[in-house]
């Protein structure tokens, strides 16, 4: 059976920006479970959901989380599944905390960091995990390339027609 | 019966650091306990020490951690004490991803941060916190500050002896 | 009699983050003392208040102030009870400013720092140091912890009904 | 067959950073094979090893590059595997325009960014990628998980000795 | 017969900004040519362009982008014109993720960058290339300079005029 | 009689900088006076030279601080006279800190801030504040001006040679 | 007769910013002459005003520019009156780049930088700077301190009544 | 008669750098002119060096200057040809200083900026400028592209027979 994507969010008010990664895995055909989860205010929870998550069937966690985003460190300090982690930014310091605090992990415990709110790429690197060695997601990431590919010519002609009239 | 307090580094590479918070507290008469303990190699361990803290007789934390510094709000994350962090200077970013990994707290979960690389000033407001109901130390850090005030003049008068040689 | 907690804020117009802290202080039933003062506009009030502060009753000091933010360090000059400093976002630099210049203090005279207007965390943390030594302030900050908990998995659980609508 | 790591720089200037990291997934049993190759110097080979590698059998792609890092970027243009971008630090800016310019990319090419010059930790996150289908690969991942819980506590013993001399 | 200057950006969304530099390069009688073009969407289409550049008449090309802004590094490595670079602002970092990735590049593969958002100056600085042998662009330039002086020198006795009422 | 210059530095580790500072203006025939003061560490001294440098002949008072610089600020909380700051580069953050903490002064409290590590601009801007109303010391400045064009020119004069040779 | 100060401002756009100052000198009596000028756009008038500010009656000049700002550093270049730098934040960078670019000067050519912004500030010490040997504005500077203080007073009043509603 | 280079650095301590962009220009065949001049301390003579510029025969100049580097920006005030400026890291902040001051320019007078120390590039970057329509140089600058992709392949190949040794 296909593994499944865990999304984390250290706070509902991280949802909005989390919407982009559970749409691009569901258009992936990949089950994805979605999750309020904080490092500070729900450790145990959070340690629990981490070391169960390979024999529960996940094959990815993603964690979004702001400013000193511990959420993705913790998450990894627990599993030796892939850890996907997407700095929030918050009102201050326009995310530059929460990029450090994910990226600069320590010697042994990697977090796969994406850009500031790059919730969308950190779906498609998971699904890009999963396909390693799953040819028909493989194929799907595929078409989703060229299917950029072909925005970008429209986009194209549409401005030259713009800019011939 | 005084508090302790425990001073937890994330690996062994910061106690030439951390030396100086150890001989602070002891200077003061404080007991000290001093551990290699990490968020993300042995979170367990740090979760255990920091959840039985207080009932070991602990009345502060210090923890000393570098780049994505995740140490001193897990531990904050377990106990009611008060946790102080002391962001270490690592091989790059000149200790910026510490301090911001250890400052910028979400709601809820305070860490008391000093300067990077600050462990004598670690040690010193351990020492306050302490002092707050205790008489006995508060007088050994105003004899501290009236020590520092000597220090100051006597470089002074020594600058202005050298000045007009 | 229980200490109390001073707030000195640098300019009224900080009262609208630093309100966060008066309220969680007061939830916790401790006294509070409020005052708009300023270390380069009222340097001799601020000089004096610190100074009297500890035989006033106050077991420490919390202080917000914004750009070159040197209330907290003078404050902490003229004491020995633990000053917690608030940089406060202004209007240029993101807070960045007030950070550096609230956390990254001499030897000597270290300021307990939290986060870039973090005002409830300076409540929560002064409350932890009062705890150390009252049982009865640590249990309430215990409950304040479960709550957190419960509130988190409410979250979650409202999350899950919504994205299974 | 075992799917294949490779591991891309883009300068042998950056091989003693890199060799970490080949040795790290040798230690897994795992294949790499380890070019010099520029985004900016051999565009084309760049293109060109990108576009065949997952028909070569290779499972993820590790590119490590300095200042205006391109490598990974371009590398993962070119191919649906998962890219691991190693930041690296160079004579100015201490790896922060490498960061950047590795960890912000745009919609639709996610580049799984590690920490700067953190090459152990990039072939770490692609063996994890390997292992969310390689149950041996992933044993070996715990048992690394368990050594460095046992390095950590050894460290912290040989600690205590040397305290209590 | 004079040479043409191309305008690619990296996304339709950037139109705004480059706008100005269009309007300034028409204005100079130079004949330009837009496109939208990624260098992470459609990597073949941005090189395939940039190889055949010079023999199509063009003389120089501006590239706008943001984020890890790779757009004018990749033209550079497949052609000898000059190649001028936009740092575009975008959500987060203020545009100094953009600036950092087009500026730094490695040695042999020179971007002419100007300022974040400045895509009027890339014109100019293009047109500034091109009167390098043209003496009527030259002059142009030279009037160009006279009209800024005058505004100036206008706004100058506006303001006297107000501030005398 | 001629104002004096006042030369504060918050340490003496900061003397090796600020010696550029006094040979500067005794080059200018001006008398100064030199100090090792702390803000935080003697701030009764700081205070009381500070309100009285006036009536004491001075005319100017330069301060040399690191890290959170508050020095220059509490000076100039207790004088009218012009307070020029040097941000000092301490071990950490390359004087950002110091530079942030010194020129970010709130509404009503000017530092005139030089470059970090600047003690010998610091001194030629005491000196032109000192020489607004004294046209010997105007010449002085001049003479001087003028020296820095011969300089420059013997340099390019040497450089040609060796170039040519 | 009294000395003038001038306010130049690279930009009419700068003039909201500017306002605070000229309203601010003239409040203490002193002559104001503002201007338009540029470093880059009409460098001539700029080097003519400023190398024959001193005979014309200036005492001090007050530059504010932003993004790249030279003009402080091209007035100081041509003049021995102190020049006071205001960096004005502009679309990018937070004020950041006209900081750096205003308060970096090279040995010999000092510019008195204040706070981003900050033009209240760079009046007060312009008239601190005429006030060296002009014991009437000494005063108004003394009378405007005393205001300070009682403005704090009373906004501390307003809160406490506020307060104990 | 071709176009010769101008390298312009605001101090001698800049040559180490410089000394890679004469090498490179003078490897093309190109004729260069280097002098010592500086936009602070002979802003009279740099002036009239960028204003005679074009009739005196350059086609392009580039500016070498750290810290507050403005010496780019006079030079690109007083010409139309394309001003090209190299950043110079100094002591303290890593260039960032020198990069922002270099590239911010305001609209109207644009500096095409290269890497911190990239004196290499900025040759390289004239070169290109002087080849749109000189195609013998076009051709010198393809080959060195040519020579580029042979040294980066000849490192691959020394690299795989080390690490199959």
Known sequence: MSKKVAILMGSDSDLPIVKGAIHTLQGFGIHVEVHVMSAHRTPQLACDFSAKARENGFGAIICAAGKAAHLAGIIAAHTTLPVIGIPIKSST?????????????????????????????????????????????????????????????AKDEKLQAELNK
């Open 93 to 153: 310091l326009d995310g530059l905390d929460a990029l450090l605090a994910t990226v600069q992990m320590p010697k042994g415990i990697p977090v796969a960091t994406v850009a500031i709110d790059g919730a969308d790429n950190a779906a498609i690197l998971a699904a890009q995990m999963l396909a390693i060695t799953d040819d028909e997601l493989s194929i799907k990431l595929s078409d989703m390339k060229k299917a950029m590919v072909d925005e970008v010519v």
